[in-house]
T-cell receptor, first 112, second 110 residues
Framework: GENVEQHPSTLSVQEGDSAVIKCTYS??????FPWYKQELGKGPQLIID?????GEKKDQRIAVTLNKTAKHFSLHITETQPEDSAVYFC???????????FGAGTTVTVRA | DGGITQSPKYLFRKEGQNVTLSCEQN?????MYWYRQDPGQGLRLIYY???????QKGDIAEGYSVSREKKESFPLTVTSAQKNPTAFYLC?????????FGSGTRLTVV
């Protein structure tokens, strides 16, 4: 089955700086890669996703890049704000499979 | 509005009791999932169901049971066989690909 590794496990950044979280996956057939943000005491929320037919996708301050050859994808948050502090999870799956494989999560802290 | 609802938000269980966590969705999603999350930890899959009247064990199914009698509902029972049930439980649903998560149930053994 799919194995997703996520790094780093914790990340502290100064407000206004950028944050980058990296994930690798093992199944070359995986072609859908979502990212979730989980605030304290709440369920994870989808913030951005990418499919294997594109290399990069942007939504305001958030971007995701995908390198299919190296089997890794990354989340980039620019101009970080205190409300970006949360746990972020990456995930991967095949398009014909319902079940996502999740990374272990990254706790992001934005220092004011 | 479409969404996924978990209840209750907080649940307290005495030793030896079975408790049932509710999960309902009106998104017309085929698949539903239960995850367990311990403090500072990731998401561990308990059970999942891709179709009504069918479900599969995840990575940590021991001490848990589920049913899927309706497309909209996927209740999770934490049995007395689960020795360490205190955790945050998350339900999710999907059609294909991305999940929609509920807001979670925090279960505490007292």
């Amino acid at each position: 089955g799919e194995n997703v590794e996520q790094h780093p496990s914790t990340l502290s950044v100064q407000e206004g700086d950028s944050a980058v979280i990296k994930c690798t996956y093992s199944d070359s057939a995986s072609n859908y890669f979502p990212w979730y943000k989980q605030e304290l005491g709440k369920g994870p929320q989808l913030i951005i996703d990418i499919r294997s037919n594109v290399g990069e996708k942007k939504d305001q301050r958030i971007a995701v890049t995908l390198n299919k050859t190296a089997k890794h994808f990354s989340l980039h948050i620019t101009e970080t704000q205190p409300e970006d502090s949360a746990v972020y999870f990456c995930a991967a799956t095949r398009s014909n499979d319902y079940k996502l494989s999740f990374g272990a999560g990254t706790t992001v802290t934005v220092r004011a | 509005d479409g969404g996924i609802t978990q209840s209750p938000k907080y649940l307290f269980r005495k030793e030896g009791q079975n408790v049932t966590l509710s999960c309902e969705q009106n998104l017309n999603h085929d698949a539903m999932y239960w995850y367990r999350q311990d403090p500072g930890q990731g998401l561990r899959l308990i059970y999942y169901s891709q179709i009504v009247n069918d479900f599969q064990k995840g990575d940590i199914a021991e001490g848990y049971s589920v049913s899927r009698e309706k497309k909209e509902s996927f209740p999770l029972t934490v049995t007395s066989a689960q020795k360490n049930p205190t955790a945050f439980y998350l339900c999710a649903s999907s059609r294909t690909g991305g999940y929609t998560f509920g807001s979670g149930t925090r279960l505490t053994v007292v």
